[in-house]
């Protein structure tokens, strides 16, 4: 069984910066794409950012050029630096990983439970 756990939200003013890091452990052989999502309150959760196994990382539009996806293969991490945080960024942030627990086994998608992030004004 695969685990992602989330750490680094909290409250933070505009401006602010916050560091999230999500981690898995378990059964892993290697993990595929790393992804992390928000969800604010009466929304649809929405990707974020996402960063491929081969380091090709992409970002929701709003956020390119103030937050950086990153990941750590060794560690099994992914890591999200946000800066310039607004208010229109608080929300539930969760990562996800497609990750391959055996030789043997298809890789599936495996969520965290979430950690809040809230950007005053």
């Known amino acids: 069984q695969v685990q992602l756990v989330e750490s680094g939200g909290g409250l933070v003013q505009a401006g602010g910066s916050l560091d999230l890091s999500c981690a898995a452990s378990?059964?892993?052989?290697?993990?595929?794409?790393w992804a992390w999502y928000r969800q604010a309150p009466g929304q649809q959760r929405e990707l974020v950012a996402q960063i491929t196994r081969g380091r090709i990382s992409d970002y929701q539009d709003s956020v390119k050029g103030r937050f950086t996806i990153s990941r750590d293969d060794v560690m099994n991490i992914a890591y999200l630096w946000m800066t310039s945080l607004k208010p229109e960024d608080t929300g539930l942030y969760y990562c996800?990983?497609?990750?391959?627990?055996?030789?043997?086994?298809?890789?599936?998608?495996?969520w965290g439970q979430g950690t809040q992030v809230t950007v005053s004004s």
């Open positions: 996800s990983a497609e990750v391959q627990p055996t030789d043997s086994e298809a890789y599936r998608t495996y």
């Open positions: 378990g059964s892993i052989l290697r993990v595929y794409t």
